[in-house]
């Protein structure tokens, strides 16, 4: 598969989740249909790797590493952002939520020395242009509470662990662990994890049996989890963690098509200047470079 596929179904796939996941909201707790979610889509890929005999035994080292993205980018980045929503509008959540980009070109430099072009820096300094210009009204209307503080401090310690959780899964990459069967356990570990904050946060562990609920979980669990991730983090040993955590950018401009047609928005000046902005930092960021 080329990169430019993993990189546009990454994008078509998560961008659609953020309407997937409003069809989860009431019934259960937040923290609680994350473990669901992810329990769900570790079921499937260690199920995966059973039929088709793929090695799924490895040492105390290597699960540490992998409970350890779990617990990063499985858990506590969708707990935050979960979290942060109850307080900010959407659309200030992706903006912060585009930042991952910046935080995965800097976690490359100072994990594993990795230096960035400056082409791929001015095309991430678009897009988190153009995200902020896409959603301004809403960060216009926005009031400084205490409810907006920590809704703000929610989203960034979410983007930070998702970027983090990255850096993890560099790491496991280069000592050669399988991406499969590596999502797998580590989104068994992130499941588990997550149950036990929602038990210890006093979440109710419930679930809801709506043709509603089950298809959304039926959605983020195969496409929003096991596939998007597959591809994502594919796509990032390919092209480097700075480079594929560009789609955070492109995302939102996704879920703005799929609310034109599923809620009504109307496009205005601000949301057409947003996503040319938005476009142009993708051309720069995933040309291809000559010495590849």
Known sequence: MSDLFLYVVTVLIWGSTWFAITLQLGVVPPAVSVAWRFLAAAAILIGFALLRGLPLRFGRRDHLWMALQGLLL?????????????????????????????????????FFDVHTQLVNLLGALLGIIGVVVLFWPEMHALSVTSGTTAG?????????????????????????????QVNGWSMLYGALITSLIALATGQRFVFDWSWRYLGALA????????????????????????????????????????STFLEGLQWTATLWA???????????????????
């Open 152 to 180: 703000i401090a929610w989203a960034l310690g979410a983007t930070i662990s998702a970027s983090l959780g990255n850096m993890v899964a560099t790491r496991n990459q280069r000592h050669a662990l399988p991406v499969l």
């Open 274 to 292: 947003g996503v040319a902005l938005c476009l142009a930092g993708n051309v720069l960021v995933l040309r291809r470079d000559p010495a590849r």
């Open 219 to 258: 959605y983020l669990a195969v496409f929003g989890s096991v596939l998007a991730f597959g591809a994502y983090l594919t796509l990032m040993k390919r092209i480097g963690a700075g480079r594929a955590g560009y789609s955070m950018v492109a995302i939102p401009v996704v879920a703005l098509l799929i």
């Open 74 to 110: 499985f858990c506590l980045n969708y707990v935050g952002f979960y979290v942060s929503e109850q307080y900010l509008a959407s659309g200030l959540v992706a903006v912060i939520c585009s930042m991952l980009t910046v935080g995965n070109i800097i976690g490359m430099r100072v």
